[in-house]
């Protein structure tokens, strides 16, 4: 009887031991977004000849792992298709709560995900036009060294004299002096879009407004822009319209046109194929909207994983047969090993995937009707704590589930951050800054409300907020304060 209990302590500490560990080796995998761990299993399969894809899934709506993995703790079983939601036991009696539903898709299913598309960088469609010029090899040279030191914005960084230094010491080829760089630099500032190879805004500004015809108007925003632009700035209108002798009409028409141009002449460019990769975003969740009813679904692309035949039979083998030398010991472990660890990364799979869809059903059940109306005002105040709580799991889990995560709505994709706020009340951040920047949008830009009249206006409407608050909410959504939001 004694032995009898001492096997199952030593099972029950197997057990806990192990769980303890693949909850360990869970946290990166959390971690990951799905194109992220789309890489880590193949990774896995291309390493470890005892784990395979499923030959014919069939099983749409099943977890990586297929069955109930041998290790897996009770708090990862279940199917991933349930409801919650107008269950006759439900507490508040709400018979018009929503169903909410999640399943996976198969391996097998065609999924449209955002796709790459090679587009023109800044640096090719500028070389291009270059190459168009009657220029001689020396100056194609100078001009890729200038192209190449304008950042993504088509601001250039560095001095002719420095440029003209790097061509010299470290290109090899042809002896450059400033001067040779400042010639070419010039041709490089007539190429499109116009404000190229600017030094500074101003700078910029001005050369977008050389280039348009000629007229009063023209003529009278570059004497604004070239030597009023520190006044402009500060808005003292003013001190520029004594300066230029001209009325607020009048200056008013000046600022349009200088407004008309664009600061960035290089940001419509991408950097290439790399680049479009790198910012693209591929969607973990997909939220659908019928009436009050949300279906939520976890995109897995990724295949269902299983330990092949040959392995397990081997496994099984070896298993029953006593090693009678080094070598056959070996072998032995070295087949245990990949066995385990593929059994483990199955397991792993399958309870990240029901760690991911419990966490995103709590965020879609607690801002319901956000996502039925897609209204930012109806998001409500939610933190990671809540998300734990009712999810199960704890912050830590909810932390790493939530990083790096998008969901796409009838209303667009959103990262899962978005959704987290810490509220005043009953109300979230996310309402208190529709609310100040619908009076901030709809302010006399004549004479725009200071923090203190925002922050009244405010409690006026029910929201109890500090001017600190107001000040801080105002930098979040990058408004100015009123003095630069001041227009004539």
């Not at 789309?38 to 899934?57: F, H, I, Q, T």
């Not at 009278?220 to 030597?227: G, N, S």
């Not at 995560?405 to 979230?428: M, N, R």
């Amino acid at each position: 009887m004694a032995e009898k209990q001492g096997q199952g302590l030593e099972t029950t500490i197997k057990t806990g031991l192990r769980t303890s560990q693949l909850n360990v080796d869970l946290a990166p995998l959390l971690k990951m977004n799905e194109s992220e761990i789309e890489e880590r299993v193949r990774g896995e399969l291309d390493s470890n000849p005892a784990l395979e894809p499923k030959a014919d899934p069939d099983d749409e709506g099943s977890t990586p792992g297929g069955e109930k993995d041998e290790g897996s703790t009770p708090d990862d079983e279940g199917e991933s298709d349930f409801d919650f939601g107008n269950n006759d036991d439900d507490d508040n009696g709400d018979d018009t709560a929503p169903n909410y539903r999640a399943s996976n898709h198969s391996a097998d299913d065609e999924y449209y995900g955002p796709t790459a598309v090679e587009e023109p960088t800044l640096s090719d469609y500028l070389m291009q036009q270059v190459r168009e010029r009657d220029i001689s090899p020396e100056q194609e040279i100078i001009a890729q060294y200038i192209v190449g030191s304008l950042d993504d914005n088509g601001f250039l960084q560095r001095s002719p004299s420095a440029i003209a230094d790097d061509i010299t010491f470290s290109d090899g080829r042809i002896e450059v002096e400033p001067g040779d760089v400042e010639a070419v630099l010039k041709i490089v500032r007539q190429l499109d879009p116009p404000g190229i190879a600017a030094t500074d805004l101003r700078d910029c500004i001005l050369l977008q407004l050389r280039r348009m015809p000629v007229t009063d108007l023209v003529e009278e925003t570059i004497e604004l822009v070239d030597k009023y632009f520190d006044l402009l700035g500060k808005k003292h209108y003013d001190k520029i319209c004594a300066s230029m002798n001209i009325d607020e009409h009048r200056l008013r028409q000046l600022i349009e046109l200088v407004r008309s141009v664009n600061p960035k002449p290089g940001s419509g460019f991408s950097g290439g194929t790399s680049e479009t990769v790198r910012q693209q975003i591929t969607p973990d969740y997909e939220v659908d909207v019928d009436g009050d009813k949300l279906t939520l679904t976890l995109l897995n692309r990724i295949p269902e994983l299983q330990i092949s035949e040959s392995y397990t039979r081997l496994y099984n083998e070896y298993n029953n047969t006593k090693a009678t030398s080094r070598a056959q010991r070996d072998t032995m472990t070295d087949i245990r090993d990949k066995y385990n660890r593929a059994s483990n990364f199955i397991t792993l799979l399958h309870m990240r995937q029901q760690r991911l869809f419990k966490t995103m059903a709590a965020i879609v059940k607690r801002q319901h009707d956000f996502f039925v109306t897609g209204d930012e005002s109806q998001l409500k105040p939610m933190v990671l704590k809540d998300v734990a709580r009712d999810a199960g799991y704890d912050v830590s889990t909810i932390s790493r589930t939530t990083q790096g995560k998008y969901v796409t709505t009838p209303w667009g994709v959103y990262p899962l951050k978005h959704f987290f706020s810490e509220g005043l009340g009953e109300v979230s951040t996310h309402t208190v800054l529709q609310a100040l920047k619908k009076l901030v949008d709809d302010e006399d830009k004549s004479h725009p409300l200071s923090d203190d009249a925002l922050c009244e206006l405010l409690n006026k409407q029910g929201y109890d907020v500090k001017r600190r608050t107001v000040a801080k909410y105002r930098d979040r959504l990058g408004i100015a304060v009123a003095r630069l939001r001041k227009t004539i």
